[in-house]
């Protein structure tokens, strides 16, 4: 195996995949990146057996050939090379030489037969999507997924295809839910029964998107989601499980709605926060009579309270939030005002931008 790569195109292609290789796995070859090196180019891969990708990456070749190397430590070597081109050539042995000017390293390469099958998109029934859609999409709802590995069903996003023929996706963790519909070009039929996509898979996608000004295609492949663009294929492991009824938990009828501007509020909150209990960040939201008071109350520090004006006149309601839980969801909007939807101190609260009602937020209530 012997070819010859622009330092920077290599880069690009190692900087990619670093946030897919396992650093300290159980299994040393998911450390590394597999080089398939044909006469046409490279196809540059790596997985840790739930998210994989695959990228195509200019050559000139001089003998075909295959090999895995760290990705960690090539990137890091690479990034710190001066010359434009550099040379890679196997030794003896298991050794890959690289050529810099006069630079020369040595590196230890595992068997590429031991590397992981990686899904392709080879016979998937792909739908374009456009990308600027999808990461929008990604957005307004991936900071709601779960950390909690014991609730597997939630550690990522649910997609599916509405009645209408829409693209939703939907994230919660049990303490707040976010939930987006938007009209694709064309509808992603294979999405009809749903599927949930892992956190790290939703976040490798995000990646994907910016990288492309047009479209991205999507598909399914016994287990996986695939999303591609030209030159890059990732392959996504899907949660096996059911997505728990999050229609159960949207509120009804609420009996207070009121328009507050999405800035005041989000640094309200987060002053106010300040003083909130370090352990449950939760602090009080009351409304009355042209007021809305957010307050917090640390035993050990002290209280806050602020006010801010609004177009109200009712009977008061109080109820009491997780600061961060609040400042994920408006941090999360984009639009200038937010409909703050209320009934009770027990009823969770509904969050929606003034100016998109196809994307809403769901905040459980707390007891203080």
Known sequence: ????????????????????VERRGTLPILSNALFQVREDGITLAATDLEVGVT??????????????????????????????????SLEEGSRVRIDSGKARFSLLSISPEEYPSIPSGDGV??????????????????????????????????????EDKRLRCVATDGHRLAKIDKTPQKPLEFLSKGIIVPRKGVGEIRKLCDETDATVELGLRDG???????????????????????RQVLPDDPKVRLLVDRERLLHAVRRISLLAHERSRGFRLAIEDGVLELSANNPDLGEAVEQLEI???????ETGFNARYMLDVLGSMISKEVSLELTDELAPARI?????????AVIMPMRL
């Open 352 to 360: 929606c931008p003034a100016d998109d009602p196809d994307l809403l």
């Open 55 to 88: 990228a195509t990456l200019a050559a000139k070749v001089t003998k075909t050939g295959a090999v895995t190397l760290v990705a960690k430590k090539l990137y890091e070597i690479v990034r710190e090379l001066e010359e434009t081109e550099l040379t890679f």
């Open 311 to 317: 177009d109200y006149s009712g009977k008061r309601v």
């Open 224 to 246: 996986f989601l695939i999303v591609r663009r030209t030159g890059l294929t990732l392959s996504c492991r899907l949660i096996e499980g059911e997505f728990p009824n999050y």
């Open 125 to 162: 029934n792909f739908v374009e999507m456009e990308a600027s859609l999808l990461a929008e999409m990604v957005d307004r709802t991936m900071y709601a997924t779960s950390t909690d590995e014991a609730r597997y069903n939630l550690n990522g996003v649910f997609m599916e295809l509405t």
């Open 1 to 20: 195996m012997k070819f010859q790569i622009d330092r920077d195109e290599l880069l690009r292609g190692l900087g990619r995949i670093q946030g897919i």
